[in-house]
């Protein structure tokens, strides 16, 4: 099995999101199953069916996590020393040189990946164009508008 890298908030957040859906969505599920069922016929009954298909996601969801965190290798950018390269967990800053727009962004693992937040996933373009790079370099991604290319401005293990 191959290992999914993961920052340490990127592990806990998975292991909040599991403990939430063993403690308290799969026994809320349960229930709203037992009192569907209490409705009487089943084969019409809407609420039995959605409960049904949520318990079906939930448990889905469920493996799915455990899964992720057994083949985990998670790794606490903090302590990783790349002597300035971009690695997986390294927050860079960036300039894009055509318009002197400045960004920062996190590389994090695919579920960790939230733009909103500065995190890109480590599969994306940018991430990809990113890995290896240090302060000065230029990174030329491939986006929708075209190549932009962006230069390293800081590197970080925070």
Do not use: W
């Not at 209490?38 to 889905?60: C, M, P, R, T, V």
């Not at 799915?64 to 971009?86: M, T």
């Not at 960036?94 to 002197?100: C, W």
Request: no cysteine.
């Amino acid at each position: 099995m191959a290992t999914i890298p993961l920052t340490t908030y990127g592990a806990e957040k998975l292991k909040e999101e599991l403990y939430r859906l063993k403690g308290v969505e799969r026994h809320a599920v349960i229930a709203a199953i037992s009192e569907a069922r209490a409705q009487g016929d089943l084969s019409e009954n809407a609420e039995y069916e959605a409960a049904k298909d949520k318990q079906g996601f939930i448990e889905g969801r469920i493996l799915d996590i455990e899964g992720k965190l057994a083949a985990a290798l998670i790794i606490n950018p903090a302590e990783v020393d790349a002597g300035g390269r971009i690695v997986f967990g390294t927050t860079v800053d960036l300039e894009e040189e055509s318009s002197g727009a400045k960004v920062t962004y996190q590389i994090v693992g695919d579920d960790e990946a939230d733009l909103k937040l500065g995190k890109v996933s480590i599969s994306s373009p940018i991430a990809r164009a990113l890995i290896g790079k240090e302060e000065g370099d230029v990174a030329s991604v491939q986006a929708p508008g075209g190549i932009k290319n962006y230069e390293v401005v800081k590197v970080r293990y925070v």
